[in-house]
């Protein structure tokens, strides 16, 4: 109690407190805009932390990385772009609403949700990280790719009225995904003999093309001078949900918070595979499952509680083994060691005070994060009336040089471009883009840890049926498609029965 006691004396201290504040303000921005995402904002506030104490400087870090994975919504939200990977669900339903002149709304609820999300994970992973580790570091390669491969299957719930064209969406996402150098083996793969193909497409350029391109074709392709002003998105209020939205939502937050833990505490998957997840989720139990994808409010809840309860989730793994579960808890990862603080076993017996203010800087991170949000939304809806031309070029210049800065390459700018293009084309076709990403997203570790398998068992298949886990998996995989199969053939059956009956 002693110890705990001394955490809050250096928690609470105004230094740590700005400290915390700082970084927080850093990631918001960061993850605001596509492109800078907030793995790049850790990249660069590691070095401040040098010469700070040890509880500040985790605090910086920790702020840093919560701010970011919640700013990703605000252009998800306003404008359609995520400015993170984990907010790519929430474009689905949050800009939407945003058409629909309830951009307050979503911004508030976003943020809301966020912050029972990430202080959920953050009690789970107190009081359960030995047991919620164990688990977790029971998952080997054929585990892990079943639950990728469960995650995909999501991709029928994005698919819209067409099943086929949400496959086809997602092979696209897969077959970019291959572009590049082999991870294992280091073959070209759909290279074409060009060099500025050997190093892929980013993920991240990908998805700024994806969604910002097409938005500032349509910009510049309209005919009349019409900006966001002239549209009822443009009159929204400075508003937030109601108490009694988000109790009657409590429960939706709670299941996705647990979906959101449970991804984060297994390494190598992420805010992305968790959005996603808990999005098909809520749609496929939620009474009004048809509104998703038109300004539904659970579509925004749910990938945003399950993106910001990742951050709990990781630093399970993290403190109680030393297993960082993705690029960002890896930087955070490299802060603890330079103060000299060595996750493992041995790490609240040697480090308790340290361990115990990391838990407070997570708590302060998301006050920050709820304070500056609800603050920031008189000044984001600010964004909707700007002239549509004004702000698509504006959107361009950041596009191009968050796509630039992410590997200083100016192939990347070309990548964006291509893949915009293509986007477009595809919109106009009525093809899901969202699929796309998702089969990005999760592409890599699904074909590595198949790989991995594969080598580990010499071969041999049957390391997909041996474990109860992969065939649980692999059954929820199966049972999602028929499900997802039988519901479009309903959905046919009715429209053919209602055009008969008009003909009548």
Request: glycine share 12%; net charge neutral.
């Amino acid at each position: 109690m002693e110890s705990f006691f001394q955490a809050l004396t250096l928690a609470f201290s105004p230094y740590a407190i700005g400290a915390v504040g700082f970084g927080t303000f850093v990631g918001l921005v960061f993850g605001s805009i596509p492109g800078l995402t907030f793995t790049v904002a850790l990249a660069l506030a590691l070095p401040i932390t040098f010469s700070m104490a040890p509880v500040p400087a985790i605090g910086l870090l920790l702020g840093t990385y919560i701010g970011g994975m919640t700013g990703g919504s605000v252009s998800a939200i306003l404008l359609g772009i995520p400015g993170t990977p984990s907010a790519a669900a929430t474009v689905l339903d949050g800009h939407p609403m945003t058409k629909n002149g309830e951009a307050s709304i979503a911004l508030g609820t976003a943020v809301i949700v966020s912050v029972f999300g990430g202080v959920f994970s953050l009690v789970v992973m107190i009081v359960s990280v030995d047991l919620v580790s164990r688990i977790a570091i029971e998952f080997g390669p054929a585990q892990i790719f079943a639950l990728v491969l469960f995650g995909f299957s999501t991709i029928c719930g994005l698919c819209g009225p067409s099943l086929l064209k949400g496959l086809i969406s997602g092979v696209l996402g897969l077959m970019i995904m291959t572009i590049g150098l082999d991870a294992i083996e280091g073959i070209p793969r759909m290279t074409f003999g060009s060099i500025n193909m050997l190093q892929g497409v980013n993920l991240l350029v990908a998805m700024i093309g994806l969604f910002a391109v097409p938005f500032i074709i349509e910009a510049f392709s309209q005919k009349d001078d019409v900006s966001f002003g002239d549209r009822p998105m443009a009159k929204v209020r400075t508003e937030l949900p109601s108490f009694r939205l988000l109790f009657k939502n409590l429960w939706l937050m709670i299941r996705c918070s647990v979906i959101g833990t449970g991804i984060g505490a297994i390494p190598g998957t992420g805010g992305a595979i968790a959005s996603f997840l808990a999005y098909d989720h809520a749609k496929r139990f939620s009474k009004s499952g048809r509104k998703f994808g038109k300004g539904n409010i659970e579509g925004v809840i749910a990938p945003e509680t399950a993106n910001n309860a990742v951050t709990g989730g990781t630093l399970i793994p993290l403190l109680s083994l030393g297993i960082p579960g993705d690029p960002a808890t890896a930087i955070v990862l490299a802060g603890l060691m330079i103060h000299g603080i060595v996750p493992g076993p041995a790490l609240f017996m040697n480090h308790e005070v340290e361990v115990y203010g990391m838990y407070v800087a997570v708590v302060l991170a998301y006050f920050w994060v709820l304070g500056l949000q609800l603050l920031g939304i008189r000044l984001f809806v600010h964004v909707l009336k700007v002239p549509r031309e004004m702000l698509a070029v504006v959107v361009l210049v950041l596009c191009a040089v968050g796509a630039y800065s992410i590997r200083n390459s100016a192939f990347d700018i070309y990548s964006m471009a291509v893949i915009g293009v293509g986007a477009y084309v595809l919109v106009g076709l009525r093809v899901p883009i969202t699929p796309i990403i998702l089969g990005m997203v999760l592409g890599p570790t699904l074909e590595n840890e198949f790989r991995t398998a594969m080598m580990l068992s010499e071969g041999e298949l049957s390391i997909f049926y041996t474990s109860p886990t992969v065939v649980i998996f692999f059954g929820l995989a199966a049972l999602i498609i028929i499900l997802q199969g039988i519901s479009e053939l309903k959905l046919r059956r009715r429209s053919r029965q209602e055009v008969q009956t008009t003909d009548a």
